[in-house]
């Protein structure tokens, strides 16, 4: 079988030890490809630098919302921002630009409402999910989605651009919501965390398997709790796809791979 994980954050610290390991057993149970997700400068940098050193990893430069605030919410040790240095949002959309043959998506990118201090800076989030949006066109890449507690304006912005090519990435919005993806012809990824989430269970009996794709969001949403994900754990989503939708782990396979084949341009 031929498997893909489309989103995944393999510059993490956490995998700092262990990533050889981490790729060689990902190519052991049939990955051939991994996206690996940026979120802001330095981390759009790393992964730019792991594609040069593993054949198996491919680049989606993006800006995640919460990072996209670095300049308006003041970073205190142990609050939710990461502690990143401030940075110019045009002059990184510039640099992905620059390396647009370097990536085949632009993501993480989207919306957070998850905590009431982004959610103040609501019209900050969406003026830079629409300028990167701008930008997905222009240099006609697909979009992988972040969406956390801000499901329904992320959909809106998306269908304001009229945007077609779509990856939800770890979607939790309700039922009509996903329904709605999928009439907009968008794509859903599906995490390894499906083996012990409901929700993911129900998004996979509602998506048609021609719109489905595999991720891991890797080191988080692991199969296990309380692990670190990898990509290797694809295998998990596999199989659970597979007997929701009644149908043998190989086609399940060969359709999502072909899937992303021909979102990515693999």
Not at 27 to 54: C, D
Not at 166 to 177: D, P, Q, T, Y
Request: proline share 4%; with cysteine; net charge positive.
């Amino acid at each position: 079988m031929k498997l893909i994980d489309i989103h995944a954050h393999l510059e993490d610290s956490r995998f700092k030890k262990d990533l050889n390991e981490v790729i060689k057993r990902a190519k052991k149970v049939g990955i051939t490809t991994i996206i690996n997700s940026g979120v802001n400068p330095e981390t759009n940098r790393k992964t730019l630098k792991l594609s040069t050193e593993y054949d198996i990893i491919k680049c989606s430069f993006g800006i995640y919302p919460i990072d996209a605030l670095v300049n308006e919410i003041k970073y205190n040790e142990g609050d939710f921002l990461r502690k990143i240095k401030p940075f110019s949002i045009h002059e990184e959309l510039n640099w992905i630009e620059k390396h647009k043959n370097n990536c085949v998506a632009i993501g993480e990118v989207g919306l957070d409402y998850n905590w009431p201090e982004f959610t103040k800076h609501k019209e900050k989030q969406i003026k830079v999910f629409e300028e990167t949006i701008a930008l997905a066109k222009k240099i006609d890449k697909p979009l992988i989605i972040h969406s956390r507690k801000a499901e329904l304006d992320a959909i809106k912005v998306l269908e304001k651009h009229q945007c077609k090519k779509v990856v939800m990435h770890c979607f939790n919005g309700k039922k009509s919501l996903i329904k709605r993806c999928v009439e907009n012809g968008w794509f859903l990824s599906v995490p390894p965390v499906i083996t012990r989430l409901e929700h993911f269970k129900m998004l996979v009996e509602v998506v048609p398997l021609k719109q489905l794709l595999t991720e891991t969001d890797a080191p988080y949403l692991s199969p296990v709790a309380g692990t670190k994900n990898e990509s290797a754990n694809i295998t998990f989503t596999i199989k659970e796809i597979a007997k929701i939708k009644n149908i043998n782990e190989e086609k399940i396979a060969e359709q999502i791979f072909n899937n992303a084949k021909g979102l990515f341009n693999l």
